[in-house]
C-alpha cells in the first residue's frame, strides 16, 4: 500500500487518545469556574472541524455552543464572546494570521483560550491560556474535549466505558478499514482524477469533513476543482445542474442526520451514472459498540479519504505539499 | 429595458415598509412578554436570507441569535430552541416540506413562530402563530425585525431616522440601481452565460447573498454550475484552483467585513483575467445616509443581480420558471 505506515499510524491514534487526562484536567479547571459558553474558533479546514463538533455537541446539549470563523470574527466580533467563554482552537503551524489575531481579540475581551497546537514553540502556542502540543489528529483531539464536556455535564454518561473501548480497538479498526477500502480507493482515485468539476456532498459531523475534504484536500492538495454542500441543502438548487455524467461524492454517516445522507443516495441513481456512495456503516468498527458509531463516522471517513489522497498523488504525480499561492504570495 | 416594470418594483418596496407597524406590533409583544433566544429557520434560499440577517444582528447584539436549517433542526434538533424562543420563518409557496416539518416541532417545543408567508391560505401560514402576509421582499422583512428587535433592546438608536430614509428613497433608489447597472449586466450575462463553472464570492450580510444567488439562482434557475465561498475562506484553499481563465466574481459589500471582500479583489488581478468585482459602494442610494449602507448592501447587490439574471433568462432562451426535479419529483 502507498503512503501507507500502520505502525506509525496506530501510534499517532494510541498517543492522541492518551492526552486524555490532560484534556480533562484542564476542562475540569474552567467547568469549575464556571462557563457561559463555548466557541470553536477556526478559518479553513480548521473552521470545518469546528462545524463538525459543533453538530456533535448539539446532539445533546443545550448549552451555547457555536462555531466562529476567525476573520469574521476579526472583522465583525462577536459579542457573546467575552468572561467566560471557554474558546478552543486547533492549529498545526501555530502561525495561521488569522487565528492568531482572533485569539490576541478573544483574550482581550475576557476569555480563555485552550490550544491544541502542533507546535509548542510557535506564536500561537505563546498566546493561548493552555497549550496542549501533540501532531495531527485534529477531529479526534476535539471530540474528545467535547464528550469530557458533555460527560460533566451528564450528558454523556456512557463516556469512560466509550474511550475504554477506543483506547483497547480504534487505532488498530481505523488501519484495518485502510486497507480494506484501499482497492476501492485506487479505483475511485483513476476514475477521478481528471474531473473537471467534483460534487462532495454530506450532512451531520460529516458535513465539516465534506467542506474540508473538497476544499482543503482536493483544491488545495491535488488542485482538483470542487464543489461541496450540505445533504439537506442538495435539493434546493444543485440537484437541478445534476446530468448522467456529473460526478458527485456522498458521504453518508451515522448520526443524526444519517436520513439526510440516504436521502440524496436514493435520489442520485434516478439520474445520474457517475455518483458514489461512501457508507461509513461499510466499515466494521471491532471492539466498539453499534451505538457509539455515529461518534465516530467522522473518523471512519477519514481513513477512505486518506486512502483516496494517496493514490489521487501517486496516480497523479502531483505532490500534496506543494501550493501554488498559499503562504507562498503575500495578498 | 426586459422584464423590468418600474412602478410595480417600486411599489412592491415600499409595501413591504408599510409592514412596519405590523411587524412592531408582533414583536413589542413577544419582546414585552420576554425571549430568551432567537431562531431563524429556513431552507435553501430562506435559510440564506437566514445567515444574512444574523451576520447583520452580530455586528450589534450579545444576544443568543442563530440560524437554523430547516433539515438539520428535524434531524439533530437544537436543544437551545423552546419555550422563550422567538423564531422567524419566510416562505413563498408556505409549502415547503422541511420548513412545515421544523414549525410543527419547535412549537411542540414551545417556541412561538413569526411568519412571513407570501400565501396566507397556505399550510405552513396555518401553522405559525403569527403570519405577516405580503410578496417577495424576504431581506426587506427580516431586516426590519432584526432592526425593530435592535432598536427594542438600544442597539439601534437611528431607527426611527434611518426607516424614514428608506421609506422615502428606498424603492426609487434601488430601480435607478437596475437603470444603472442594465449595460454591465448585459455584458455581464453574455460574456459568462456558456461558463462550465462560475465562482461566486462574498462576505458579511452579502455571504448569505452570494450563497443563495449561485445556488438558487444559477444552479435552480438557470441551470449553471456554480461554487460560492466566503471570502475569508477563499484563501483557505479555494485560491489554489484559480488560473488566468477561472470565472469569478466578487461581492463586495460595505459592512463590517468589507476587507474581507476586497482583500480578494486584489488578489485576483494577480492571477486571474476572468474576474469581476461588484462593488456595492459603486451604486448611490439618494437621500440616505452613507452610514447607513453597510445595512443596506445586500438590497443594493440584489438589484444588481437581478438585471444579470433578466438578461441571462432572455439571452439563452431559458425560462427561470422551469425545474427539472424540485416539486416536479418525489424524492
Known amino acids: 500500500m502507498v503512503k501507507f505506515d500502520e505502525k506509525n499510524q496506530v501510534d ?3 498517543g492522541a487518545l492518551a492526552l486524555r487526562p490532560e484534556i480533562e484536567s484542564i476542562v475540569d479547571r474552567y467547568l469549575t469556574a464556571g462557563i ?11 473552521w470545518a472541524s469546528c462545524l463538525q463538533v459543533v453538530c456533535h455537541m448539539k446532539e445533546s446539549t443545550d448549552m451555547d455552543v457555536f462555531a466562529a470563523n476567525a476573520a469574521e470574527y476579526c472583522a465583525t466580533g462577536d459579542l457573546r464572546i467575552g468572561e467566560g ?7 498545526v503551524t501555530g502561525t495561521t494570521a488569522e487565528v492568531v489575531d482572533a485569539v490576541k481579540l478573544v483574550r482581550q475581551r475576557g476569555a480563555k483560550v485552550l490550544g491544541f497546537i502542533d507546535k509548542p514553540d510557535s506564536e500561537l502556542a505563546g498566546l493561548v491560556d493552555e497549550c496542549i502540543s501533540y501532531k495531527s489528529n485534529e477531529q479526534l483531539k476535539f471530540f474528545m474535549t467535547a464528550d469530557y464536556i458533555l460527560y460533566r455535564q451528564g450528558r454523556f454518561q456512557d463516556y469512560a466505558a466509550y474511550y475504554a473501548q477506543l483506547e483497547a480497538h480504534l487505532a488498530k479498526d481505523l488501519v484495518e478499514i485502510e486497507k480494506q477500502t484501499d482497492s476501492f480507493a485506487e479505483e ?9 468539476l467534483h460534487y462532495f456532498v454530506g450532512a451531520g459531523c460529516l458535513y465539516g469533513a465534506t467542506y474540508s475534504y473538497a476544499m482543503c484536500y482536493w483544491e488545495e492538495m491535488h488542485w482538483i476543482r470542487t464543489k461541496s454542500i450540505h445533504s ?12 448522467l455524467e456529473t460526478p458527485i461524492t456522498v458521504f453518508v454517516g451515522e448520526d443524526s442526520q444519517r436520513e439526510l445522507g440516504l436521502r440524496v443516495a436514493k435520489f442520485l441513481p434516478r439520474v445520474c451514472k457517475n455518483y458514489t456512495v461512501i457508507d461509513t456503516r461499510d466499515y466494521p468498527l471491532e471492539g466498539i459498540d453499534d451505538v457509539y458509531r455515529g461518534r465516530l463516522c467522522h473518523l471512519v471517513l477519514h481513513a477512505v479519504t486518506n486512502r ?3 493514490h489521487l498523488e501517486a496516480l497523479s504525480g502531483h505532490d500534496m505539499t506543494i501550493r501554488r499561492y498559499y503562504r507562498k504570495v503575500d495578498y
Request: hydrophobic residues 50%; contains cysteine.
Open 188 to 196: 475511485f482515485a483513476r476514475k477521478h482524477m481528471n474531473d473537471a
Open 85 to 91: 467563554t471557554l474558546v478552543v482552537i486547533s492549529s
Open 12 to 14: 499517532s491514534v494510541n
Open 36 to 46: 457561559r459558553n463555548l466557541c470553536w474558533l477556526g478559518i479553513g479546514g480548521t
Open 232 to 243: 439537506a441543502e442538495f435539493f434546493h438548487g444543485m440537484l437541478e445542474v445534476v446530468d
Open 308 to 310: 483516496i489522497d494517496a
